[in-house]
């Protein structure tokens, strides 16, 4: 266990510069930032982490997160604003979320066109709104799945589905989930997305379940039909099953799946 | 284009007057949203059964609670109405709603409340005032096209010692006495200048920017603003004249208010 320390802004710097230059040919991440005084300080509460993790898929890191955080004192409100310390909680596990493959490279996923942050699925892009500023999670590797895991603790599938897969696979569906409130917010809406989609027998997500060109695919469920949807039903007070079972037609290619 | 939104889904419009929303301040803690609805402000909606069920749904950026307020015909506050897994505790955003059987019968609009601004029973307000870390800088206004108020926003630690003197900066008169002119030029200049926003046209406005406008009318009525034609106005002329008109009315505003003379009679000159 390793006391945890946050990147100060010159070594989020830092961390960008290594992202920008080195990442690709596959050095190794500036861990050593995270102790060096210069570039990173010390976090209160104290939040100690293990470093040798493995984390198998999202779910199992977000559960991680949630429980290291919650036994250190540190709630969702003192994290969910704090680029710094998303940032480092990426490069405390770099080799999870940027693996290096057999070519000894690594695929170092960037906003080309993102003015502000080139890389927001390592360090968190911050959006305002007139003076107030807020994190955008959604294309975060470590915030996203850490808020999604957070929302949904107490369900009976803890977001499973939209956690599945490793740290460093990371869908639109997962973008376009962990960015809207109101739908990580909604275990019901959760509960339908593992009905449609989520093949029980293989484990995992059925194919096509995010192609955008697809009838009923989940984009088009948690967007455009759930904002048309919220004009004439709460699904927030339906069950999974109630809302499964007001779907349009367009989702009865996912229900033929399942058999129903 | 202009384009307008038509309602064709069944669902009634929860009025503002119909609810009364403050956020109460606990020390160190997260705030209590208190909520007391009076639907005969609105009589269309007795049409609602009843049983129907009542929710108050509240966010700020990524967070979101909704509160169980029993049914329309019986609303009961929930035992716990903290703010508790909300992201700020200054503010919040908030929606009611009216269900029965998953359909949704009535909703309001989105309305947001304030620690520092508990009347939503009217759209008096101009202003309201709100505290971040700012660092060193002592206090800003924060205000956009789409903000639903704009806020005077204090430096938290100002606003933390403060209050802890019992004396809160927005009811401190020395304080408002210095910071009022600069937030109502900064205002007009964002709603003549940044907006470019036809004083006239807007006059009419229900929101806060025609409550501004008003107001700075009421200050300088013999006086009429410039106005802007994107084919016709000059931008330099535009300019000289609005920053002319602008520093008119916050002349008279600071002279209604006796703001100097008040400084002076409290201490400000010490």
Not at chain 1, 29 to 47: C, G, I, Q, W
Not at chain 1, 131 to 147: C, D, I, K, N, V
Request: aromatic letters at 12%; proline letters at 4%.
């Amino acid at each position: 266990m390793a006391e945890f320390r946050i990147l100060t802004d010159e070594g989020v710097d830092m961390f960008r510069t290594f992202l920008d230059e080195s990442a690709r040919s596959g050095e190794s991440a500036p861990t050593h930032l995270l102790t060096d005084r210069n570039y990173s300080m010390e976090f209160l509460p104290k939040v100690y982490l293990q470093l040798s993790m493995r984390f198998k898929t999202k779910q199992i890191f977000g559960k991680y997160l949630v429980h290291v955080l919650a036994e250190a004192g540190v709630t969702r409100q003192m994290v969910s604003k704090n680029r710094n310390f998303w940032a480092s909680i990426v490069l405390r596990y770099f080799d999870q979320f940027c693996p290096v493959d057999a070519n000894g490279r690594r695929k170092v996923p960037m906003e080309k066109k993102d003015q502000y942050e080139k890389y927001p699925k390592f360090i968190p892009r911050y959006i305002s709104s007139g003076s107030e500023q807020s994190l955008r999670g959604r294309r975060h590797y470590a915030l996203g799945p850490y808020l999604i895991y957070d929302y949904n603790k107490n369900s009976e599938h803890q977001a499973d589905v939209l956690l599945s897969g490793s740290l460093d696979s990371w869908g639109d569906d997962v973008e376009q989930t962990a960015g809207r409130i109101e739908v990580i917010s909604n275990k019901n809406l959760i509960g339908v997305i593992r009905l449609l989609y989520w093949d029980e027998e293989a484990g995992s997500l059925r194919r096509g379940y995010s192609t955008k060109t697809r009838p009923g695919n989940i984009n088009r469920l948690v967007a455009d039909l759930r904002n048309q949807m919220k004009l004439t039903a709460d699904w927030y007070s339906m069950s999974a099953k109630e809302i499964y079972d007001s779907l349009p037609e367009e989702y009865d290619f996912w229900k033929k799946k399942r058999g129903d | 284009m202009a384009s307008r939104n038509f309602n064709y889904t069944g669902r009634m419009l929860i009025t503002q007057e119909c609810i009364d929303a403050r956020l109460s301040e606990i020390y160190r803690k997260a705030p209590l949203l208190e909520m007391e609805f009076n639907w005969n402000m609105k009589p269309a909606l007795n049409e609602i059964p009843p049983g129907a069920k009542l929710f108050v749904d509240v966010g700020k950026d990524m967070s979101f609670m909704r509160f169980d307020y029993g049914t329309f015909g019986n609303p009961v506050s929930p035992d716990n109405v903290s703010l508790s897994e909300l992201d700020s505790w200054t503010s919040a955003s908030f929606v009611v709603r009216i269900v029965q059987g998953g359909n949704l019968l009535a909703a309001s609009k989105k309305h947001t409340v304030s620690i520092a601004q508990p009347d939503l029973k009217s759209r008096r307000s101009l202003i309201i005032a709100d505290y971040e870390d700012l660092g060193e800088r002592p206090w800003k206004l924060d205000v956009y096209e789409e903000i639903e108020l704009p806020r005077l926003v204090f430096n938290q630690k100002w606003w933390d010692a403060a209050m802890d003197s019992s004396k809160p900066l927005q009811e401190d008169s020395k304080v408002m006495g210095m910071i009022m002119p600069s937030v109502f030029e900064g205002m007009l200049n964002f709603l003549m200048i940044s907006m470019k926003a036809d004083l006239h046209r807007w006059y009419e406005d229900q929101t806060w920017k025609g409550a501004w406008i008003r107001f700075a009318r009421s200050l300088l009525p013999d006086n009429i603003p410039p106005t802007y034609d994107e084919n016709e106005t000059d931008e330099v002329e535009f300019l000289r004249d609005s920053s002319e008109w602008i520093g008119n009315v916050v002349a008279n505003y600071s002279e209604s208010k006796a703001l100097s003379s008040n400084l002076i009679n409290i201490g400000g000159g010490e």
